[in-house]
């Protein structure tokens, strides 16, 4: 089992799966910091010809009211993660070179099959 732990959640994938914890990933970094608003979901795994793209908002624990972009807008902020890590996966697998992070990218866009997957742990309600 693979585990990825995102805020204070923990994730587990299957061993035959490809995971990265795609918004801290350094190749994603490395091509947002090309232009402003591109964003990334918390997590890309794949298997064969399905990908999955995770997206993660804990708001169990909060400081503050949700931002707009978190709540009210919240499917289409998921949207623009899930495209902009496309374009970001696309991007890295066309990297010259056999590197580690071209592989994963590269096996990433060759998979036709997308899912998105929101987990969302809702505020707790004071009693």
């Not at 970094?29 to 090309?34: E, I, M």
Request: charged content about 25%; hydrophobic content about 45%; some cysteine.
């Amino acid at each position: 089992m693979i585990f990825v732990r995102e805020q204070a959640l923990t994730f587990g994938f299957p061993d035959e799966m490809a995971v990265v914890k795609f918004d801290a990933w350094p190749a994603f970094l490395r091509w947002a910091r090309g232009a402003r608003g591109r964003k990334g979901v918390d997590i890309v795994a794949y298997r064969g010809r399905t990908i999955w793209f995770v997206e993660v908002k804990d708001y169990r624990v909060q400081d503050s009211s949700p931002k707009p972009a978190n709540s009210v807008q919240l499917a289409k902020t998921v949207n623009l993660k899930v495209r902009c890590s496309i374009d970001g996966l696309k991007q890295v697998s066309a990297i010259e070179g056999d590197t580690q992070d071209r592989q994963f990218a590269a096996g990433a866009v060759a998979a036709h099959r997308r899912r998105v997957a929101l987990h969302l742990e809702p505020p707790v309600q004071a009693r």
